[in-house]
């Protein structure tokens, strides 16, 4: 007569080993999620300023292409109304809000 049943032994530690295994296989799982998960941050806050860096760009590209416009759309109207405010636009210079002097004129 045995005192432990070798059978039952054996699939008890079969299952121990089992439940360890996919305990195991939760916590692998879970790091690697949360490595993806602090990549992702990482990506999307370089994404982040790249896209406020295009923004910038694209803002002072509008700004430069809005002032040339005005420039030379009020060139026409400066030739007529001899406006002093205005920037004349044979310089090429954007023109200066009312009040503010050009580099050239300011003696710097």
């Not at 530690?13 to 305990?23: F, I, S």
């Not at 694209?58 to 809005?66: K, L």
């Not at 416009?69 to 007529?80: H, I, L, R």
Request: charged share 30%; proline share 1%.
């Amino acid at each position: 007569m045995t005192l432990i049943n070798k059978e039952k032994f054996l699939n008890g530690v079969g299952k121990a080993v089992d439940v360890t295994n996919k305990a195991a296989d939760k916590v692998e799982t879970f790091v690697k999620e949360k490595e993806i998960d602090k990549k992702a941050v990482e990506m999307a806050k370089a994404a982040e300023k790249g896209i406020k860096r295009v923004g910038n760009k694209v803002g002072e590209v509008a700004g430069e292409v809005v002032a040339g416009y005005k420039s030379k759309t009020s060139g026409a109207s400066n030739a007529t109304s001899n406006n002093s405010d205005t920037a004349s636009s044979t310089t090429g210079e954007p023109q200066k809000a009312s009040g503010e002097q050009s580099d050239s004129s300011s003696g710097n």
